[in-house]
Each structure stands twice: as C-alpha cells, then as structure tokens.
C-alpha cells in the first residue's frame, strides 16, 4: 500500500521561499501515476496547488501558476514543492497526493504539514 | 474555469439519511467524473466516492453518488447516518484545462 510522508520547515518569513518533500513508499514514482500538492488554510476549505508525472510534465493551478515548482526525483523516490514570495495567506497545512493513472482523483494522500509564514 | 458550490453545512439526525449537493458552474456535469472525500477534524482526506458513483473498497455502501444533468450537480448521499459520519465533505471534478477543482466543502453535523 502506497504511503506518502510530507517533510520540510514549519515555519518560514514572508517574501521568502517554502521548500516542501513528499517521500513516497510503497511504490514507485516512476509508475503510472500523477503525484500532486494540496493545501488547506486553516479553516478553510482544499485548494489544489499541481501535480508533477514522473517524467516531470506539469500542471499548475493558474491562480498560483507565477510562484510554483513542483518537481520530481526518481532516484530517491520523492517530489517537491517550492513557493516563492510567501506572505500569510500561504499561511496552511500542505497535503501531497496520488492521482492513480490520471485518473483525476486521489487515492492516497499524506497527513499533512502545516507551514506557517510569519516573521 | 469552472468552480463547484457546495452548501456550506447541513446536519441531520443519526439513522437519518442526508444529501449532500455540487453543482458546477459552467460544463456538463456529465462531462467529467466527480469525486467526493471525507475529512475528519485534523486528518487527511479520504475518498469516500469516486468516478460518480464508485465507492472504494472500505468504504460502507450507506454511502452513494450520482449525477443530474437537469440541475448540472452531483449529490452524495448517506443513509443511516451515525455519529462517525460527522465530518467536511468535499466534491471534486476537473476539465481540459484544469486538472482538478474542489468544491468549498460541506460541514456535515449528526445530531
């Protein structure tokens, strides 16, 4: 069974950069399958943020489009987010993701890290 | 790009059934699959619906979906409710040019 295991800062200054892993077990990111991020603000509702295929095509939600990267490493089995130019309303816990086959679904998610921006 | 409205919450009584509406904005609902998840307070989401009407394997048959093209929204229903139920839910779909949309969720209180 395919876990996912979020890693990186939990708290990090505005106008800077977060930096985010999802080490993936259980299976290999090379497999047929779209691996993405997803962040929640705190009471608030899901919103994605990409998804990365292992070859490293991409898709980014537009209305975040200018500040991501999201990337993959085959030989350690993880993907990566990166947001630029941070400022509170990044401000959420960041969720990684598994869309089996490109299904347009998730059936395996993380358990989430939250990042804080503040200074 | 198109965006799904869920209402914001709903409660019924446990043994009760509930339904849980997503109608989206602009597109077939027909077109693309919608999913649904479930999301207890300070855990992950889980699928609890997916490709309409499919649940995954785990996952009680109290609950179903299914689709209305005259309304343009999908529904989650669960019958017999209980107490454990009560959690966000969340409906998802996506299009050519968006590989995923979420609805605004959907507090579900069992009282």
């Given at each position: 069974?395919?876990?996912?295991?979020?890693?990186?800062?939990?708290?990090?200054?505005p106008?800077?950069?977060?930096?985010l892993t999802?080490?993936?077990?259980?299976?290999?990111?090379?497999?047929?399958?779209?691996?993405?991020?997803v962040?929640?603000?705190p009471?608030?509702?899901?919103?994605?943020?990409?998804e990365?295929?292992h070859?490293?095509?991409?898709n980014?939600?537009p209305s975040?489009?200018?500040?991501?990267?999201?990337?993959?490493?085959?030989?350690?089995?993880?993907?990566s987010?990166?947001?630029?130019?941070?400022?509170?309303?990044?401000?959420?816990?960041?969720?990684?993701?598994?869309?089996?086959?490109?299904?347009?679904?998730f059936?395996s998610?993380?358990?989430?890290?939250?990042?804080?921006?503040?200074? | 790009?198109?965006?799904?409205?869920?209402?914001?919450?709903?409660?019924e009584s446990?043994?009760?059934?509930?339904?849980?509406?997503?109608?989206?904005?602009?597109?077939?609902?027909?077109s693309?699959?919608?999913?649904?998840?479930?999301?207890?307070?300070g855990?992950?989401?889980?699928t609890?619906?997916?490709?309409?009407?499919?649940?995954?394997?785990g996952?009680?048959?109290?609950f179903?979906?299914?689709?209305?093209?005259?309304?343009n929204?999908?529904?989650?229903?669960?019958s017999?409710?209980?107490?454990?139920?009560e959690?966000?839910?969340?409906?998802?779909?996506?299009?050519?040019s968006?590989?995923?949309?979420?609805?605004?969720?959907?507090r579900?209180?069992?009282?």
């Amino acid at each position: 069974q395919v876990q996912l295991q979020e890693s990186g800062p939990g708290l990090v200054k505005p106008s800077g950069t977060l930096s985010l892993t999802c080490a993936v077990s259980g299976a290999s990111i090379s497999n047929d399958n779209w691996w993405s991020w997803v962040r929640q603000p705190p009471g608030k509702g899901l919103e994605w943020i990409g998804e990365v295929y292992h070859s490293g095509s991409t898709n980014y939600n537009p209305s975040l489009k200018s500040r991501v990267t999201i990337s993959v490493d085959k030989s350690k089995n993880h993907f990566s987010l990166k947001v630029m130019s941070l400022t509170a309303a990044d401000t959420a816990v960041y969720y990684c993701a598994r869309d089996p086959d490109g299904s347009r679904f998730f059936d395996s998610w993380g358990q989430g890290t939250l990042v804080t921006v503040s200074s | 790009n198109f965006m799904l409205t869920q209402p914001h919450s709903v409660s019924e009584s446990p043994g009760r059934t509930v339904t849980i509406s997503c109608t989206r904005s602009s597109g077939s609902i027909a077109s693309n699959y919608v999913q649904w998840y479930q999301q207890r307070p300070g855990s992950a989401p889980t699928t609890v619906i997916y490709e309409d009407n499919q649940r995954p394997s785990g996952v009680p048959d109290r609950f179903s979906g299914s689709i209305d093209s005259s309304s343009n929204s999908a529904s989650l229903t669960i019958s017999g409710l209980k107490t454990e139920d009560e959690a966000d839910y969340y409906c998802q779909s996506y299009d050519g040019s968006i590989p995923v949309v979420f609805g605004g969720g959907t507090r579900l209180t069992v009282l």
